[in-house]
């Protein structure tokens, strides 16, 4: 497994989203109060972006009548027919032992531990009898 640089942590505030592509694969990236999550973009149900769907929470209840509101933002509902999916697991609120979308792991390094890995990749050259000479 790669890891790669999506984006500053300046240009992703909290409550703000951003839709990468690595490798091929569309992820939608989350932060949330801070926390960052990503997910596979393609809803597992018939393809919609889950970047565009719309973020929520859950209604608990520790005994009839008596709601509570948690997890505010950590749930996302895909845009196109409202399946939700938990921000943290991937899994599907409605059928978490089966249905769920791929996450990845997301983490925050400080630039100056990127450094050697933002550079270009540089070679020797040296000039012989007038022969530009590149080593690879
Ligand atoms: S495509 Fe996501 S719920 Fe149908």
Aim: glycine share 8%; proline share 5%; with cysteine.
């Amino acid at each position: 497994m790669a890891s790669h640089v999506v984006a500053s942590v300046a240009e992703f505030p909290p409550g703000s989203r951003k839709l990468v592509e690595v490798e091929g694969r569309r992820i939608a990236v989350f932060n949330v109060r801070g926390e960052y999550f990503a997910l596979n973009d393609r809803c597992p149900h018939e393809g919609g972006s889950l970047c565009a769907g719309k973020l929520s929470g859950l209604v608990v209840a520790k005994e009839p009548g008596a709601y509570e509101w948690t997890r505010d933002g950590e749930i996302i509902r895909c845009p196109w027919h409202g399946w939700e999916f938990d921000l943290r697991t991937g899994r599907s609120q409605c059928d978490p032992r089966t249905m769920r979308v791929r996450r990845y792991d997301v983490h925050v390094e400080h630039g100056s531990d990127l450094a050697e890995e933002l550079q270009a990749e540089t070679f020797p050259v040296k000039i012989e009898n007038d022969y530009v000479i590149v080593d690879v």
